[in-house]
């Protein structure tokens, strides 16, 4: 009981002092979603410099990378933000799968281990987020545990989420079954690859920070 | 062979989460696959994740866990009943079957990646594809 009340009276507080001016922005999601992709498309945007590297090999992104002052205008509004890219959470890894994207088994055993450190990492760092954008690969399906997971956190912590449905400039992508996996929550489809739709999402962003 | 371990809901819902998740690992780590009656937390479910992550070996490469509800859990269905008397009347059970049932009306799904590939989850069903 004092432990429930200990926990909404952070959050309360917690909310109550968000600095709306420099929001801590995390991207959250599964692996080779496309968050790095949307990080970067972001920060070249407004600061002209990139966040990190992409890769087509699952888990690139194995540490928290951020990149700090990035203003974002959208129409009237300017908010500045803290990027804070996460590496992909997942439930299970095995280095033999990094073999097929042609790593040595060294390389491939130690990308495993890094990738390990880096989702307890994107756990940890759950509690010190202002506002997430989940971002999906829309070509998959939403249903997974993963996505579900971080979810229920962010719900669970009270803290603003958007939805990304990425990848849209693919045949495969649906932005409707990622909608209605997650009816509650906001959704934008965008391609971060592309640059498709972003003014909707700079759009979106503001309204769940404001 | 596969081998499941059950897990009632009365067993599991006067431990913490350390014993919660130390009880699962326990049978997931000798290759067995958990069904646990009820679900967990979020904050359980990412330290079931943190405490996986944790113990990642060339032998044991993770867990697939899932948690599935005799409904679907579809939202959208519940919308279309527009009548407000059916809408009430449903509120009122719906309360009433949360109080004694909801926390145990579901089930978890907890294996070990080696035998669980994957669990897929869709509105209307559950695949569970195993390593053969």
Redesign the interface.
Known sequence: MIKRFKSFFTRYINKLFRNKNNVKLGFYGPPNAGKTTLANKISMDWLGEEVGTVSKVPHETRMIQTKEQVKIKSGRKELTFNLIDTPGIATKIDYEDFLKFKLKSKEAKSRAKEATKGIIEAIKWLDSVDAVVIVLDSTKSPYSQVNITIVGNLAARDIPVLIVANKTDLKKASVKKVESAFPQYPVVGISADKGENMENFYKELFRIIN | MLSFKYIPYREHSVLNTDQKLNKIFNIVRRDKIVLMQGKL???E??KL??R???Q?T?DF???????VYPNGNN??KKKKNSSVVKSATRAVGDIMYKSFMGKRDCLTIVGP?NIVKD?????SQIDLFING
């Not at chain 2, 669990?119 to 509105?123: C, E, F, H, S």
């Open positions: 937390k979020p904050q479910e990412a994740i943190e996986t992550m944790g990642i060339k490469t993770g867990i697939s866990f899932c948690t939202k959208k990646a669990i897929r989850k869709n509105p």
